[in-house]
């Protein structure tokens, strides 16, 4: 490990330099269609109390359930986090009382989780691989939702996303930055969404994250750690740690203590503040759930699951590089969401891999990020990059021009080769109508001719750049080398 | 739980507060004792030595019921809402709780 790169993530404070130690829990809501432990639907945006069973609201007598697909996609994650799938795990009632939790407690899993230790590969500050160990994996309803905006002295409770089925994915203290935080979040989104797991929406809450942050000297013994709840974005919780960090390094120079507690982040001032009610949040009186028996699984069924994994980012970045001969950058910007390596895969059949890697990422993305359109809603197909690139490396158009046509692919949906045609964009590599480029700038010229001779060999730039004026950009630029050089002695 | 756990003022208050249960200061002492005594009785236990005894979950043999993921259930905002002492817009209304 080299120190400099080291350095770069401490906090330099008026005693040196101060190390941040981050664990992360992030609470990814499970793709099912059905609840974990009832039949109401888990759509997102429906009416209040309409998304609501017997079961979610807490009636007397009622019994969870649990949904078979929640299983197999808690399974289906670990072992996508290279984790251990606990064959015995046990459902256990977690006590709190708030009003969007009916039943005063939430049925989660403490001493048996279904999933055991893993791990996930992230890229960190300076483009190198680190690992960040998973600590566990547990099943969990989600709570409600309260609207505290609508009345000056009630707070509004629907219960639809009530009982929904969350997987808490908890992280080891292995972060060290708000950076590696974010690349850490990004990349478990990243592998959810492929194994289509969980949606990673985190504007609509299906994936949210409470930080744990601690400073340290250097490799000194770990400080007491704070928790911010609930944040809700990459960016939040970057700052929310940068926050964090700061404000216990300014205690801790100033010869104060940390105090253990949950905090809330405040978007609009991008500070944290301690919760009012700390003092017994922490006593949750975990037990077994008396409705629930523990859940048993057998080898066979973990091992149908990993048997039908499919390709993970990790080995989908392996593979475009060897199989297309990109550099590892572009393939973990192409692999960062499943649609852009449908896109282009589809868009490099039987072409320059580099080159389409290149439109798409600088060119394309650029276009679309400046239009403000969403990926999905791209108006140039991937055969219309594909064909693009050909015309480019069969040299019908110039890269200079490629950009004009691009633009135009791009307001029209048109195929390159039509907007080629029609707009007699073909590049020029006959030698006798480049020769009559030649002179005609040579003619307009002669003074100019006159010093190069004379030894101003920098004018030559200058007379490439009139005859592709003179050529509409169409001449072939190496023919213009040539012909030109053979023209100037 | 040790033999020497024993509920006092303090520790009653705190259950009190976990469970938003009012404890009476006139009642409290009645209160302790009944606590006491259920927990005398409990404590009984340790004196059987379970080292080597995994906890039972249960007696019946059966395995955890599963469903598919189907849905079957929902769509009943008038019987979730039946008994709420308030309700506005289809929502519950509770006194304002915000952390």
């Known amino acids: ?489 | 739980m040790n033999n020497n756990s024993k509920i006092d003022l303090d520790t009653l208050k705190k259950l009190g507060k976990l469970s938003r249960i009012p404890i009476d200061e006139t009642g409290s002492n009645e209160l302790m004792e009944d606590l006491n005594k259920i927990i005398g009785f409990i404590e009984q236990l340790n004196e059987v030595d379970t080292e080597s005894v995994n906890p039972l979950s249960s007696v019946t043999g059966h395995n955890l019921p599963i469903r598919e993921d189907v849905v079957d259930d929902g769509n009943k905002n008038n019987d979730v809402l039946e008994n709420a002492p308030e309700k506005k817009s289809g929502y519950f209304v509770v006194p304002k709780v915000i952390e």
């Not at chain 1, 120190?3 to 770069?8: G, H, I, P, R, V």
């Not at chain 1, 592998?191 to 942050?213: K, P, W």
Request: aromatic share 8%; proline share 4%.
């Open chain 1, 1 to 489: 490990m080299k120190n400099t790169d080291q350095n770069s993530n401490y906090i330099s404070g008026k005693t040196g330099d101060w190390e941040i130690v981050i664990g992360l829990e992030i609470h990814a809501q499970v793709l099912s269609s059905s609840k974990l432990f009832s039949g109401a639907s888990t759509e997102f945006g429906k009416d209040p109390n309409h998304n609501v069973s017997l079961v979610d609201a807490a009636m007397p007598g009622m019994l969870p359930v649990i949904n078979q697909t929640c299983i197999k996609q808690a399974i289906k994650s670990g072992i996508a986090l290279n984790a251990e799938i606990n064959k015995y795990s046990v459902f256990d009632r977690k006590n709190y009382f708030y009003a969007d939790l009916p039943q005063g407690y939430q049925i989660s899993q403490y001493k048996y989780p279904i999933v055991g230790e893993g791990s996930i590969k992230i890229t960190d500050a300076n483009g190198e691989d680190k690992v960040i160990g998973i600590e566990r994996i547990h099943l969990e309803q989600d709570a409600g939702k309260s609207l505290h905006d609508q009345h000056p002295s009630k707070s509004f409770i629907d219960l639809n996303r009530t009982g929904v089925a969350l997987m808490e994915i908890v992280s080891k203290p292995d972060l060290r930055s708000p950076e590696e935080a974010a690349s850490y979040v990004k990349k478990i989104r990243t592998v959810l969404r492929y194994i289509e797991t969980c949606d990673g929406n985190m504007e609509q809450g299906s994936l949210r994250a409470d930080c744990n942050v601690s400073v340290r000297k250097p490799n000194g013994d770990l400080g007491t750690r704070c928790e911010i709840k609930n944040l809700n974005s990459i960016k939040f919780i970057s700052q929310a740690i940068q926050y964090e960090a700061e404000r216990q390094v300014e205690i801790l120079e100033n010869g104060g203590v940390i105090d253990q507690e949950t905090r809330l982040f405040d978007t609009s001032t991008g500070e944290t503040r301690s919760m009012r009610s700390k003092e017994d949040a922490h006593d949750y009186r975990y037990f077994p759930d008396p409705d629930l028996l523990p859940l048993e699984l057998s080898d066979s069924q973990i091992s149908e699951i990993r048997s039908d994994m499919p390709e993970l980012p990790d080995q989908l970045v392996e593979r475009l590089i060897s199989e297309y001969g990109i550099t590892k950058y572009d393939a973990n910007v192409i692999v960062e969401e499943k649609e852009y390596v449908h896109y282009y895969e589809n868009s490099a059949k039987n072409r320059d891999g580099k080159l389409v890697v290149n439109w798409m990422t600088s060119e394309l993305f650029g276009l679309l990020k400046k239009n403000n359109i969403q990926f999905n809603q791209n108006p140039i197909s991937p055969n219309h990059l594909n064909e693009l690139v050909e015309l480019i490396e069969n040299k019908t158009i110039s890269g200079k021009i490629a950009k004009d046509v691009f633009e135009i692919m791009f307001a029209t949906s048109k195929s390159p080769k039509m907007i080629v045609k029609e707009k007699g964009l073909e590049q020029v590599t006959d030698d006798s109508v480049i020769e009559d480029f030649v002179d005609q700038v040579i003619n307009e010229n002669k003074d100019k001719v006159k010093e190069y001779l004379s030894g101003k060999d920098k004018l030559f730039g200058f007379f490439i750049g009139q005859v592709m004026k003179v050529s509409q950009g169409k001449a072939n630029p190496g023919l213009v080398n040539k012909i030109l050089k053979s023209k100037l002695k």
